[in-house]
């Protein structure tokens, strides 16, 4: 089982920066596609960014230009940096990875138990 502990959360005022880090106990790291979600009360958890093993990044366009994600594989941890955070940022952010061959999945939709991120205005 892979374990995910996410880290780095907290109240930030709008303007101000994170960033979130994401430890992972799985020894393959290196070959897992990593990504950040986040969640509101009331509404569906949503992709903020994504990183694939080759370093392909993805973005939300909600999120372009301002977070940037990032991986270590050598301490099997992926990161997340916040810029110009604002208050719709707001949210439980959750770290995921899967292992794919090609598009298809071979083991994953491992999730971390989230960590709170509050912009107040």
């Known amino acids: 089982q892979v374990q995910l502990v996410e880290s780095g959360g907290g109240l930030v005022q709008a303007g101000g920066s994170l960033r979130l880090s994401c430890a992972a106990s799985?020894?393959?790291?290196?070959?897992?596609?990593m990504g950040w979600y986040r969640q509101v009360p009331g509404k569906q958890r949503e992709l903020v960014a994504t990183?694939?093993?080759?370093?392909?990044?993805n973005y939300a366009d909600s999120v372009k230009g301002r977070f940037t994600i990032s991986r270590d594989n050598a301490k099997n941890t992926v990161y997340l940096q916040m810029n110009n955070l604002n208050p719709d940022d707001t949210a439980v952010y959750f770290c995921?990875?899967?292992?794919?061959?090609?598009?298809?999945?071979?083991?994953?939709?491992?999730w971390g138990q989230g960590t709170q991120v509050t912009v107040s205005s």
């Open positions: 799985e020894s393959r790291f290196s070959r897992y596609e």
């Open positions: 995921n990875a899967n292992l794919k061959d090609g598009l298809r999945l071979v083991v994953g939709n491992y």
């Open positions: 990183i694939t093993s080759g370093g392909t990044t």
